[in-house]
């Protein structure tokens, strides 16, 4: 791979900070290192002086005042080496990606901690963007990427999804205005990145099928695009054993993989881990270095311990047991669905993540609806509108979620709807 082809002129001007680089330099050294280089503040007047959290079973993480003074300093931009060891060891596990096949620290794949998996796709597409490019996307796709990406004066190509996500006839047909033979040719326009959600879409909760992977994989390969593989629904996929991510099938090193914690451990403590090739990882980490410096250490180092004590197997049964808990959750917002919306709406039932997109029948702009005349009726839902790659583009589509809502409020909510669509149909 020919990584430069994908940076732009704001990443390969990006260097290294030496002052991130001698923390890093001076945590790896020995304890009778003297260090006058850096300018740490000192711990100990930090008004900290231990900190314990307590799990669901009464047991404890406890930061001993050694490990809360690690906690509150500065720490290596990539992560806590030893969360990053730790996650690394996961993806291996999990993905087994082909650049990798000599062990963790070995081969090409490297991984950096971001602030959620929004810090990370934002700053991936700070590095690869220059105005003027095309870049291809899941129509609809998470708002969060379209805040992070439209600002940067680029093209985007919406590629249509249904119920198995990304569509490869659509991304085929939309490639053939050029041929693959324009991505050695520096001065043309064809798309370099390709950005989508492959496991409970958000909004569509669509989860791309196996045949879809492989596919899009190979128009990958054809057109040499790096693949953006956003998955924090990853673990919240309801059937086992889960797809196989692009990760698991990059044997180019074209993917990054974007993985994160707020679904299966906490939102508000706002960790993410992107995956992929050293070179690109590696720049990402230089972008960070010039705005967080690193995700909080505090943060990092409790859910080390979590990870620590539960090992990967408890780790992967607690996301079992979320992914249980929404799993029937989707259960009962189906059956409420089939309930009130038969005839009225059409969706299909999504097999991971946390939404049902919902197509309204004769109503050509939810977002009319829903702003004016949902909230009379005490019900709320995100209008198909806020997730269009294409600006201002009516849709018939609202998203429900069933993350929070209890079984008897979806039902309902859903009955509100039904009663608001039969009152618009009247009219
Ligand atoms: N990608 C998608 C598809 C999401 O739905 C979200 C969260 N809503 C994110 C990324 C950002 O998640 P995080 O909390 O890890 O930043």
Not at 190 to 200: A, E, F, Q, R, S
Not at 208 to 220: F, G
Not at 374 to 381: G, I, R, S, T, W
Request: proline letters at 8%.
């Amino acid at each position: 791979m020919n990584y430069a082809r994908f940076l732009n002129a704001v990443s390969k001007a990006r260097v290294a900070s030496p002052i991130r680089e001698l923390t890093a330099i001076q945590q790896r050294g020995p304890p009778t290192l003297i260090s006058l280089a850096s300018g740490m503040p000192n711990t100990d007047m930090f008004p900290f002086i231990q900190a314990s959290v307590t799990l669901p079973d009464d047991s404890q993480l406890h930061l001993d005042q050694k490990l809360i003074k690690r906690a509150l300093q500065y720490s290596p931009t990539p992560g806590i080496p030893e969360l990053v060891q730790w996650l690394k060891q996961l993806q291996v596990q999990l993905h087994s990606p082909p650049t990798c096949s000599l062990g963790p620290d070995q081969g090409q794949m490297d991984l950096c901690v971001t602030t959620g998996s929004q810090e990370a796709l934002s700053k991936t597409f700070e590095m690869l963007v220059t105005p003027g490019d095309n870049v291809l996307m899941d129509q609809p796709t998470y708002p969060g990427t379209l805040a992070a990406v439209r600002p940067l004066g680029c093209n985007l190509i919406p590629v249509e999804t249904d119920q198995l996500g990304m569509r490869p006839d659509v991304l085929r047909d939309v490639l053939s205005r050029w041929t693959p033979q324009d991505c050695k040719n520096p001065q043309s326009d064809v798309p370099k990145v390709l950005y989508t959600i492959p496991n409970g879409g958000n909004p569509t909760g669509a989860t791309m099928s196996l045949d879809r992977r492989q596919e899009i994989y190979e128009i990958a390969r054809n057109y040499d695009l790096m693949i953006l593989e956003d998955d924090p629904y990853y673990f919240l996929q309801f059937e086992r054993p889960r797809l196989p991510s692009f990760l698991s099938m990059d044997v180019d090193g074209r993917g990054l993989k974007f993985d994160s914690f707020s679904k299966i451990l906490s939102s508000g403590m706002r960790v993410g881990y992107v995956t992929g090739p050293k070179p690109l990882v590696s720049k990402i980490v230089l972008h960070l270095q010039a705005s967080t410096l690193h995700t909080s250490t505090l943060t990092q180092m409790i859910l080390f311990l979590l990870l620590e004590k539960w090992g990967v197997d408890g780790f992967l049964q607690h996301c079992d047991r979320v992914s249980d808990f929404y799993k029937e959750r989707r259960d009962h917002m189906i059956k409420s669905a089939d309930k009130w919306l038969t005839g009225l709406a059409e969706w299909h039932s999504p097999s991971a993540g946390m939404f049902l997109w919902l197509n309204l029948q004769g109503v050509q702009d939810t977002h009319k609806l829903i702003m004016e005349k949902a909230m009379e009726k005490e019900v709320l839902f995100v209008p198909g509108n806020a997730f269009s790659v294409v600006p201002g583009e009516p849709s018939p589509h609202v998203r429900a979620a069933f993350s929070q809502a209890t079984p008897e409020q979806m039902d309902k909510g859903l009955e509100r709807l039904a009663r608001l669509l039969k009152e618009e149909s009247q009219l």
